[in-house]
């Protein structure tokens, strides 16, 4: 298909928020893909914040960083994974990114003396957003995302900005998918279809026709329910689908398939033909995932436990790597400042392994160093993501290497030994937002290493989000006390990833960067496969032949749809 014919997909939500219109926007994007279609997601965020960047993991979960270093919502990892298509700097627009735009143009002067409006300028410059994904790889279809839920007053000029759209490419090209809940009421035995309506009505009064309404719900649908919705809706009975909960999200684009979500969209909605989709790979994995029989545990070390979506794609790689190895991942989940209680470090000593993912400040940090002691010591297989680096260096350098006190200056810029120290690049900076080193770049790995014998290439790319470093000036003393320097910038000026030699220890491997964020259901990131390999082996677990899955066709998440 050429530019021209971009198709426009818009995902809005009714009736409560965290229905899982992320997966929804996923599974869509998933479907289309696999009918031989290009496909461009972008989710939009009502909120103020130019980016998620500055954000507490508490009020937003992780946050996503992209190839191309944008620092975003939650929600484009489910997209990468769920369609393998690596989202940019354009998938995820907030309300403060479009203000910020606007306002920087109005100071120019720009707008040559008019009065600067959310209609028309906000609105303008949302639909401008819009067009710029149609034109990334001659996209077939660019799928929205809108963050919020229908009545809200912060979404109103992004749901005004989609309406004014199809007036512009034509209403043929553009299609609107509500999603809502229809709720159980226990009491009176019932699904409830008043707010599907009320929701759907909601937006027809901002001017906007749903296209296909699809229903959360705990159990499926019946006919008669679908047919209620439909007849309200103005829709055919096709339209309204029933995304009722399921246990393994990676399962909602083949749930939606069966409904014949994919062939609405294309034949019914847009008149389009497309070859039929081929699904046997991302089947391949749901199976295999249903079917996992041994479990191991793996500590999960964090000062956000309390909230799982804070490591969610680290909780995914570590369920992908399961998946390849044919076991269970089970999580458990330890704030880092219990470690040193009696019981946490018993419980510690009895998994089969323990990551420390990524974080900033110095609260938890102590409880941090203490589990990779124990990692260390008990030979317990070590992931160490970022911070978690930060974590392995500083302990080793205290308690292996003879430097006592040995910390990052980010958590004590008076450490005698500052084993991790800010970035050269990073000391003048004022900003907080968007100035991490951040987004891919390669990573040069050293034959011999453990990460070497993982990736099986001499380089790769890697997402970062950090600002501190392992320092230089201290190197060579790690180095000498036994820490492999198992990758490092092309240059050799920063490090990558630091690890100990098989020999002593089963898998001791942390890098600077987050593998977490590239890893997808049939190919898991490889320090994570190679940790899980490890965990499984101190398990007792038998090695189980990979699975064999063919390229762009998977994978999963905790949100169901
Ligand atoms: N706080 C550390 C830094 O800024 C680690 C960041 C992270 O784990 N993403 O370098």
Redesign the pocket.
């Known amino acids: 298909m050429s530019q021209t014919e971009t198709r426009f997909i818009f995902i809005t939500g009714g009736v409560v928020s965290s229905l899982g219109k992320g997966i929804a926007a996923a599974s869509i994007g998933r479907l289309l893909r696999s009918r031989g279609l290009s496909v461009q997601i972008q989710k939009f965020d009502p909120y103020i914040n130019v980016d998620p960047g500055t954000m507490s993991p508490y009020q937003h979960g992780e946050v996503f960083v992209t190839e191309d270093g944008a620092e975003t919502d939650l929600d484009l990892g489910h997209y990468e994974r769920f369609t393998d298509a690596n989202a940019s700097k354009g998938s995820n627009v907030t309300a403060g990114g479009i203000y910020n735009t606007v306002i920087r143009r109005e100071r120019r002067g720009d707008y040559l003396g008019a009065t600067v409006q959310v209609v028309p300028h906000i609105t303008d410059e949302i639909k401008q957003r819009i067009r710029v994904m149609a034109d990334r790889d001659d996209a077939d279809f660019v799928i929205t995302e809108i963050g919020g839920t229908v009545g809200d007053i912060e979404s109103l000029p992004f749901l005004e900005a989609i309406r004014q759209f199809p007036v512009e490419v034509g209403r043929r090209r553009c299609m609107f998918i509500h999603l809502t809940l229809v709720p159980y009421i226990g009491h009176a035995g019932e699904l409830k279809t008043k707010p599907t309506q009320h929701s759907v009505n909601e937006l027809r009064r901002i001017g906007i026709n749903a296209d296909m309404v699809l229903c959360r719900s705990e159990s499926e649908l019946s006919l008669d329910i679908r047919k209620k919705i439909a007849l309200f809706a103005s829709l055919p009975v096709d339209a309204v689908v029933s995304g009722y909960d399921v246990k393994d999200v990676y399962s909602v684009p083949l749930v939606f398939h069966d409904q014949g979500v994919d062939d609405f969209i294309l034949k019914e909605h847009f008149g389009i033909d497309a070859p039929p989709p081929d699904l046997a790979g991302w089947k391949a994995i749901i199976d295999r995932a249903a079917a996992l029989k041994d479990e191991v545990r793996i500590a999960l070390v964090g000062k956000y436990v309390q909230l799982e979506d804070a490591y969610l794609s680290v909780v995914e790689a570590l369920r992908h790597s399961g998946i390849h190895h044919g076991c269970r991942v089970k999580v458990e989940w330890i704030d880092s400042e219990t470690v040193g209680e009696p019981e946490v470090d018993e419980l510690l000593r009895g998994v089969d392994g323990i990551l420390i993912?990524?974080?900033?400040?110095g609260r938890g940090f102590e409880g941090k160093i203490a589990a990779a002691k124990i990692a260390r010591e008990e030979k317990i297989p070590y992931l160490g993501?970022?911070?978690?680096m930060?974590v392995a260096v500083s302990e080793f350098a205290r308690h292996v290497a003879d430097m006592p006190g040995a910390n990052?200056t980010?958590m004590d810029p008076e450490t005698p030994f500052p084993v991790i120290d800010l970035l050269p690049e990073q000391r003048e900076i004022a900003d907080m937002g968007g100035t991490?080193r951040l987004g891919a770049d390669p990573v040069k790995l050293h034959p011999g290493t453990r990460a070497y014998e993982a990736y099986g290439e001499s380089v790769v790319y890697e997402r970062h989000?950090?600002?501190?470093?392992v320092n230089n000036h201290l190197k060579k003393q790690l180095e000498t006390a036994g820490l492999v320097f198992g990758g490092t910038t092309p240059d050799d000026r920063l490090v990558e990833i630091t690890e100990l030699p098989r020999e002593v220890h089963p898998y001791y491997v942390a890098s600077q960067f987050?593998p977490e964020f590239k890893s997808r259901p049939d190919r898991p990131s490889p320090l994570f496969r190679e940790f899980v390999g490890a965990a499984h082996e101190r398990h007792g677990g038998e090695p189980v032949a990979a699975p064999s899955v063919d390229g762009a066709d998977v994978t999963a998440s905790r949100l169901n749809v």
């Open positions: 993912p990524g974080g900033f400040g993501v970022c911070l978690g930060h990052s980010e991490m989000r950090h600002r501190y470093e987050h």
